[in-house]
C-alpha cells in the first residue's frame, strides 16, 4: 500500500493544524516501512534494544488508542492490543512471530477510530486519565501525540538507514 504524505498548511484554525501535523507524522511513519518485507520489518535497531519498525507501528497502535479511546472517551481496556500485564513492552518485544499484515491493519484501525473520536471537538474537550483521574485537553493530547510520532520517527529514521541505507523526510 503506497502512503500519500500531506503537508500541512502554513494557515489555518488551531484543529485543523494540529491535525494536520498529527497526519503527517503519521504518514511519516508508514513511509519509513514502505518497500520492506516482513523480516526487515522485524529487525531490531541496535542491541540489546528491542526497537523495530514494526514495534513502532505497534507502538504507535497502542499510544492512538490510549489517548483517543481511553482518556478522551473514557473507553476501558484491561490490557493492550498489543502489551498484556506479563509483557508490558508486547508491543516491541513480541514481533518475532507477530502478523505484519494484521499488526499493520490493526494501526490503521485504531488512527481511524482516533480520527473519529476527536472528530468536531473543539480543543478544549477534556478527557481524563483512567488511573490518576488527571484532567486532559484535546489540545494537550493532539501536542503529545505530534510530540510522540516525531521522535519515533526520528527512531524509524536511523532503523531503517541501518537495514536498507534509505534516508529522507
Not at 519509513?32 to 534494544?49: F, N
Not at 476501558?76 to 513480541?94: A, R, V
Request: aromatic share 8%; glycine share 8%.
Amino acid at each position: 500500500m503506497t502512503t500519500e504524505r500531506i503537508e500541512p498548511p502554513f494557515a489555518a484554525d488551531e484543529t485543523a493544524m494540529l491535525t494536520a501535523w498529527l497526519d503527517y507524522h503519521r504518514a511519516t511513519l508508514l513511509l519509513k516501512t514502505e518497500g520492506l518485507g516482513h523480516d526487515r520489518l522485524r529487525e531490531r535497531s541496535v542491541p540489546p534494544s528491542s526497537l523495530s519498525l514494526l514495534g513502532l507501528v505497534r507502538h504507535m497502535a497502542e499510544v492512538e488508542r490510549y489517548w483517543f479511546l481511553s482518556v478522551l472517551q473514557g473507553q476501558e481496556f484491561e490490557e493492550g492490543i498489543f502489551w498484556t500485564k506479563d509483557d508490558e513492552d508486547g508491543d516491541f518485544n513480541q514481533v518475532d512471530t507477530a502478523d505484519v499484515e494484521a499488526d499493520f491493519a490493526t494501526y490503521r484501525t485504531q488512527v481511524e477510530l482516533a480520527r473519529a473520536a476527536a472528530a468536531g471537538l473543539p480543543p478544549e474537550t477534556v478527557g481524563k486519565r483512567p488511573r490518576s483521574g488527571e484532567e486532559v485537553t484535546l489540545r494537550w493530547i493532539l501536542v503529545h501525540m505530534i510530540e510522540e510520532y516525531a521522535r519515533h520517527n526520528g527512531h524509524a529514521d536511523l532503523i531503517r538507514e541501518r537495514i536498507d541505507g534509505a534516508t529522507g523526510e
